[in-house]
């Protein structure tokens, strides 16, 4: 990215400029994400342009960094994308904003360094809350593909099982020809699983919408997916993009819960097939769901990625 961009923005101290986000902002975000080192899935762009309807999205490039305000029920939350802490002049920008409609300011998705240096900066202003429901589960993609060693061995039987029954499968890459099997698929998996929480079951229908403006914009967003294939009907489909160099992002996977290991086998096939550049996968959160919990847990995370919500005090 020109670094002009974020000087002409960067000059001007006293206010933030928000837009509505749109999917031409993918190059700014990614200009700074890419190599920021940060591997948490709320950097995904597919996710953020995908879910830009549910939380009113707006971005800002100021101070080299990418700020997100969302506008939720009449509060208001920031995002800030930067490979080290935000700084201080950028956090008082933040608190001026939110001063506006009379709330604090609250920084959401912080890592553990960033809260801690946040909350060192501006002692006696700053509330850290850990929000463990939304900590990302990050993989080793090889250990995920080769399904090796005895911590993945149930995993494995699960995979060897599937093939034994379905030696004819098939695994293709995702392209737009296919969508309309994955909505009919996604359909599926909604009418079947019930979660038993109401607010649940709403995501879960808002995830289709989500998914829809991804499939419309699936080139531009530099997507990629795979779906898998048992006697010529799609029973497993995923797709994600990458949030660093060496860092991909399972944004949806959805499977025919009918078929014995067919999540197993596309989480394993589409990890075998991703470009050997991406070390990592990240498989977001578990929402505090406890079976999703479970499942994400006995996969062996590389790395647990925990998040705070920073709230800071507006002098």
């Known amino acids: 990215m020109d670094s002009n961009a974020f000087n002409s923005t960067a000059s001007n101290t006293e206010q933030l400029t928000f837009h509505h986000l749109t999917v031409a902002d993918r190059e700014k975000l990614q200009g700074v994400s890419l190599g920021a080192g940060r591997r948490g899935c709320n950097f995904t762009f597919a996710n953020l342009i995908g879910w830009q309807f549910w939380f009113n999205t707006e971005i800002c490039i100021c101070q080299q960094a990418v700020v997100f305000r969302f506008n939720m029920e009449s509060r208001r939350a920031y995002m800030v994308c930067t490979a080290g802490t935000p700084s201080a002049g950028l956090i008082e920008m933040l608190c001026a904003d939110a001063a506006t409609v009379g709330t604090h300011a609250l920084i959401m998705a912080m890592e553990d360094d960033q809260a801690a240096a946040i909350a060192e900066m501006l002692p006696g202003r700053v509330a850290v809350k850990p929000r463990r429901n939304q900590y990302d589960y990050i993989y080793l993609r090889q250990e995920l593909a080769e399904m090796k060693g005895k911590s993945l061995k149930a995993k494995r039987n699960h995979v060897n099982k599937f093939l034994s029954e379905h030696a004819d499968f098939r695994y293709c890459e995702l392209e737009p020809r296919l969508f309309d099997e994955c909505r009919s698929l996604a359909q599926q998996w909604r009418t079947e699983v019930d979660m038993g929480d109401h607010e649940y079951?709403?995501?879960?229908?808002?995830?289709?919408?989500?998914?829809?403006?991804?499939?419309?914009?699936?080139?531009?967003?530099?997507?990629?997916?795979?779906?898998?294939?048992?006697?010529g009907r799609m029973v497993a489909f995923t797709y994600g993009a990458a949030v660093t160099h060496d860092t991909f992002d399972v944004c949806v996977e959805k499977a025919d819960r009918n078929v014995d290991g067919a999540f197993n086998i596309i989480n394993q096939q589409f990890a075998a097939h991703l470009p050997e550049e991406f070390v990592y996968l990240n498989r977001e959160e578990d929402m505090g769901l406890e079976g999703l919990r479970k499942s994400k847990l006995s996969y062996h995370p590389h790395i647990l990625l925990s998040y705070n919500n920073v709230i800071i005090r507006c002098r």
């Open 201 to 231: 079951n709403i995501t879960a229908n808002a995830e289709q919408q989500a998914m829809e403006t991804v499939f419309n914009h699936w080139d531009a967003l530099g997507t990629r997916g795979g779906c898998i294939y048992v006697d």
